[in-house]
């Protein structure tokens, strides 16, 4: 696996933070490639770009995915056409104009632009060829619907500014992805999130190429504690609405039910129930279903003719009541609706590599065509490898689904925190072990997209996934190309890096890149060079003070402002606070020491106000928590240097 080590993502991270500026290209040199999420398979460039017309033709047929198609003129008008043409390929093209041809691979028309550029035989596939010059043609193939929409999802990445207009870079590209199933599962307890949130995310997921969203909020009355009963019909009207928004993003919305806290297995009046639930939502356009069995006891039955149909309540008779239920919900729901995806199912042993009569009933009795998700060696896994995925699929007797506890901050060692690290610890090549891969959200929506934009990006292209550069990328995304405002949004995710775990060892470190810094200081202060130590930390410090209010300047979208809104406030008190303590130990320095003792006893003050924000309204189950900030790496410094100031 070809993989950055921690020195090289830190120097990248912190290049970026400080705003450093890459040195000028030679001037023979041909300008770079635009960066594209999720990395292609293969993308290299073949000549000259194409210029964006006023006027672009637009060549499709009924083959041409509509969706696909929708993006594609949105895009073309975003980037310098005024005018867009829809004409069928029997139609002799106007001469001078830039035309685009979009829609299966082996469509005569688009197969002669394409060229030798191979078009993978793989679903979801593309294949894309930009041709400049005179030629002003652009081809978009897919292997299916579905390829056609992520072929103009990779080409909306490909413009580029040109004097006053746009052109789009020439590259040919042959793409595919890595694993069939990508995206999130919105799992966790607490609020969930709103139908407006949940649409919004929809149109995110088609952005980056996820192609599942799965409906499991722990803390929907219907989806668990409520499940017999039906969706008011206001509910049934929204996912309804959200069924369909999925659809057009190429989304595969599949509607979890846990009945597991309440369900007698063997009561055929529960199974229908059940399959009336299901039947609702398939009514409603989903065609993808699972059954939740997370977070329930095994040691008893919720009805005594459990008892009598599966033996005392345990690890075997739990299985194999499970095993009852969902074979029946594949054999005579799934397997009898057209269009049904296989079902999919959470085992009550779900996170750990331990064989047990439960997972040896699941193995041996389970319909081979139920999906099992697993979530790794534990709750929260500091790693997933190929060995675990593959050991996994012994257990289960098929390759497992992961549903992925990153970036979720539901549980106790998350309160009052965001998790913006990036994706990493997930081993290149577990395409070849996994289904798929679901990221479980955090309670906020927009703040979750830095960790789902690395989830999508690596479940599309494991074996070339970088999550030093996928990081940066999704900052970029979420500042809608902005460069100040992403360089910001890098200094703040820098101090809401950490990740924990269940346990008492975070699998990612916090503030790795003020660390480093703070480090530095120390090294230079010690060596008795106080002032060069001052100076060098000053810009940094700034950066933090400062980096609220350019996330907050317009160009990051509002959501995710909203969502990190009380920890933006600390942020910029405890920047301010970092400030102003390296302006007391330069007033110390120059022997000044009326001025540092105001500014010590500013910097305090400031430290105090930060300490007193609260997340507002909290939307987690640990309610109005302190929000931390590069807690154990700010704060430490600040008390090392208010000491220095006492010596």
């Known amino acids: 696996m070809r993989k950055p080590t921690r020195t090289a993502a830190l120097a990248l991270a912190a290049t970026l933070c400080a705003g450093a500026l890459l040195p000028a290209p030679a001037a023979h040199a041909a300008p770079p490639l635009p960066s594209v999420s999720p990395t292609p398979q293969s993308l290299s460039g073949v000549g000259a770009a194409a210029v964006v017309t006023s006027r672009v033709q637009v060549i499709a047929d009924d083959q041409t995915d509509p969706a696909a198609r929708d993006r594609l003129v949105r895009e073309l008008k975003a980037h310098g056409a005024t005018r867009v043409d829809i004409v069928t390929p029997d139609r002799t093209p106007a001469a001078g104009l830039l035309t685009v041809r979009l829609g299966p691979a082996a469509r005569p028309d688009i197969a002669r632009a394409l060229g030798d550029v191979v078009v993978p035989d793989k679903a979801e596939g593309y294949a894309l060829r930009v041709s400049g010059g005179r030629s002003r043609q652009i081809a978009l193939g897919g292997k299916d619907a579905g390829g056609q929409f992520y072929a103009v999802q990779t080409l909306r990445q490909l413009f580029v500014r040109s004097g006053g207009g746009w052109e789009v870079a020439g590259v040919r590209v042959s793409d595919f992805p890595s694993m069939p199933l990508r995206g999130t599962i919105e799992g966790f307890y607490g609020a969930p999130w709103t139908h407006a949130e949940r649409l919004d995310q929809m149109d995110f997921y088609g952005d980056v190429k996820a192609n599942t969203y799965i409906y499991a909020p722990k803390d929907d009355p219907y989806h668990r504690d ?118 999919q199912m959470v085992p009550t042993e779900y996170g750990d590599l331990t064989d047990t009569t439960y997972k040896q009933t699941l193995r041996e009795s389970l319909d081979p065509a139920i999906e099992v998700m697993w979530t790794g060696t534990d709750t929260v896994p500091p790693e997933i490898t190929n060995a675990q995925a593959e050991k996994a699929a012994e257990l289960f007797g098929r390759k497992v689904f992961v549903w992925d506890n990153y970036p979720v901050n539901d549980y106790g060692n998350t309160s009052g925190r965001l998790l913006l690290a990036p994706y990493d610890k997930r081993e290149g090549g577990l395409a070849a072990h996994l289904s798929g891969i679901v990221a479980n959200p955090m309670n906020q929506p927009y703040a979750s997209k830095v960790a789902v934009f690395g989830a999508a990006d690596f479940t599309w292209n494991d ?111 405890w920047g301010r606070a970092m400030v102003t303590m390296l302006d007391a130990l330069q007033a110390k320095q120059a022997g000044d020491e009326t001025k540092a003792a105001a500014l010590l006893a500013e910097s305090r003050d400031l430290q105090r106000q930060a300490r007193a924000v609260r997340v507002s309204p909290p939307r987690n189950r640990w309610g109005a928590a302190q929000p931390q900030v590069g807690d154990g790496v700010l704060d430490v410094f600040l008390a090392a240097a208010d000491a220095r100031l006492q010596g």
């Open 226 to 343: 409520k499940w017999r009963d039906p969706y008011p019909a206001a509910k049934l009207a929204e996912l309804g609405e959200l069924v369909a928004r999925a659809g057009a993003n190429h989304v595969r919305f599949t509607f979890a039910l846990s009945p597991g806290v309440s369900i007698c297995y063997s009561d055929p009046a529960d199974r229908d129930t059940l399959k009336r639930k299901l039947q609702a939502l398939y009514d409603l356009g989903a065609r993808a279903f699972s059954i939740p069995l997370d977070d329930i006891s095994y040691t008893r039955w919720n009805c005594a003719a459990d008892e009598a149909a599966y033996g005392a309540a345990g690890r075997t008779a739990a299985a194999k009541a499970q095993v009852d239920l969902l074979n029946d919900v594949q054999r005579t729901f799934i397997a009898g609706h057209d269009g049904a995806q296989r079902l």
């Open 463 to 573: 074996g070339a996934y970088d999550a030093s550069r996928s990081w940066p990328r999704a900052m970029s995304y979420l500042a809608r190309g902005d460069k100040a405002a992403t360089e910001a949004l890098l200094v703040f995710g820098d101090l809401e890096h950490v990740a924990p775990t269940f346990g008492g060892t975070p699998w990612q470190p916090q503030a790795p890149v003020l660390a480093a810094r703070v480090a530095e200081f120390w090294r230079v202060w010690n060596g008795g060079r106080p002032g060069d130590a001052i100076a060098a930390l000053r810009p940094y410090a700034k950066a933090v003070a400062t980096a609220p209010a350019t996330i907050r300047g317009g160009s990051v979208e509002k959501g995710f402002t909203d969502d990190a809104a009380s920890w933006l406030d600390a942020t910029e008190l």
